[in-house]
């Protein structure tokens, strides 16, 4: 992947042709400067009279599909058996990994694949497409969020849509990438020819975080102006909103969509799915990143929190909601704060142990760790220790963000040890997830390519801001 070293983006005619994208208004190519004003959007104001009536209802249907496709789940003839590791620097450096495991499956490895300065500025999120996805996003203090081919590791072009620093970015699904910013909106583009499908307002400030709903229909977000706001992606509107009291920096989804976690400082409260307060957890130490986590031996879910304290601690989810989680076990080994934590359940060779699920952790030490979460037994009476399986260490490169991406499936496709390309499906793999995201705006209002929704909710005035 050849270094990215200009502020304007170059996309070759070969390369443009292979992606179609050039001429699209919101992919910047060929020496486009970023353009300084919009054209009108269509207004459409969400005034959210029924939502406080209607918050749990919204989740109903998204809970009951998701929770079908979490009980079918992948099997592990399509998990994948390698992965890729991707992840961002305060010195605007992208790194690439690819991980492995032995023939026997009782060891990883880490590669690097690429390193490259990436932005102009320091990256501040990364994102992979998933189920096998090729687009790869990052974001910086530039403004601009780049896409990749992270299949033929090169640069697609630049989306200038934002007019300040991003602050995260996430693929609902294959065929959709959501961006956030440091203006306060948050943005849906179409993967297809990278266009502006949705234009969120509603934040004053900064937006910290974004979380999409396991079903992808619709999102969580909080900021500055210490709000949590819930959005309909599939009509492009705000609704519901709460005041927290505080900002909330990280948001972040339970696998099922059953409930959801909202970091600040060191406060961990979880929420159920009506924007109720469940359980507020006081941690030890300052909080960085969240994530929920099947377990791979037993029922349930674990909680996985990065903090100053130099780990990932791994709490208890109980099957009884009231009962309050606690810290089971602990990942260790970094010598500075974890930044980030995500996780990728993927298949392994041995009969005996067919698939694992994985965590990749980093920190401002420069290292990148892999954690088998196999090894956290279904029951335990004291607080187990895990060790990295699997390092790589970049030589004191501050981390910023992290994403990790399916790598090569191996299933009943295979032929002489090699996977049957299925070219059509390559050229436009992403054809149900569109058809499946158009079937489920026919009973929605028609609706222009790019829209601003200015959130009027309860509790809020039009224009008042909230006081810090």
């Known amino acids: 992947m050849a270094p990215s070293v200009h502020k304007k983006i170059k996309v070759s005619a070969k390369e443009a042709k292979s992606v179609k994208v050039l001429g699209h208004k919101t992919l910047q190519v060929k020496e486009a400067a970023k353009p300084t004003s919009k054209p009108a959007p269509a207004t459409v104001s969400a005034k959210g009279k029924e939502r406080a009536s209607t918050q749990a209802p919204l989740l109903k ?105 991003i602050t995260h ?90 409930q959801f976690v909202v970091l600040s400082q060191s406060t961990i409260d979880i929420y159920t799915t009506d924007m109720k307060l469940r359980h507020i957890i006081h941690h030890p130490s300052r909080l960085h990143d969240v994530k929920f986590c099947k377990r791979v031996n037993g029922e349930g879910e674990v909680l996985l929190v990065a903090a100053e304290d130099k780990k990932v601690s791994i709490y208890d989810l109980p099957s009884d909601p009231e009962t309050t989680p606690s810290i089971i076990a602990e990942m260790i080994g970094h010598s500075n704060r974890v930044k980030a934590v995500e996780t990728l359940k993927i298949a392994l060779p041995s009969p005996g142990k067919p698939s694992t699920t994985i965590a990749s952790t980093i920190s401002s030490d420069g290292k990148v760790y892999i954690y088998d979460l196999s090894a956290l037994p279904a029951t335990m009476e004291e607080k187990l220790q895990l060790s990295p399986v699997a390092e790589y260490d970049t030589k004191g490169t501050r981390l910023t963000c992290l994403a990790l991406a399916d790598g090569e499936v191996l299933d009943g496709a295979a032929v002489n040890g090699k996977r049957k390309r299925n070219k059509e499906h390559d050229a436009d793999e992403s054809e149900a997830d569109d058809e499946e995201w158009d079937a489920q705006q026919q009973d929605g209002a028609a609706f222009e390519d790019e829209q601003e929704i200015e959130g009027e909710y309860e509790g809020e005035s039009a224009s008042g801001s909230d006081e810090e």
């Open 61 to 165: 249907a998204y809970k009951a599909k998701s929770a079908v496709r979490s009980e079918a789940g992948p099997s592990s003839g399509s998990l994948p058996r390698t992965f890729k590791v991707v992840v961002g620097s305060y010195e605007k450096l992208l790194y690439g990994l690819e991980g492995s495991t032995s023939a026997e499956g009782s060891s990883f490895q880490l590669k690097p694949i690429f390193i490259f300065p990436a932005h102009i500025s320091s990256v501040r999120a990364v994102a992979a497409s998933p189920q096998g996805g090729k687009w790869l996003a990052t974001g910086s203090g530039d403004e601009i969020v780049k896409v990749w081919d992270l299949r033929r590791q090169k640069e697609v072009g630049g989306l200038m849509h934002h007019e300040g620093s």
């Open 169 to 258: 970015l996430e693929f609902p699904s294959r065929s959709h990438l959501l961006s956030a910013s440091e203006d306060g909106t948050l943005c849906l583009f179409h993967a297809r020819d990278w266009g502006v499908l949705r234009s969120l307002k509603g934040h004053k400030g900064r937006v910290n975080s974004v979380a999409v709903h396991p079903s992808g229909k619709v999102a969580l977000s909080v900021g500055k102006d210490r709000t949590l706001r819930m959005w309909d992606l599939m009509r492009g509107k705000g609704s519901a909103s709460t005041k927290l009291g505080k900002e909330g920096e990280v948001v972040r989804w339970s696998t099922d969509g059953s």
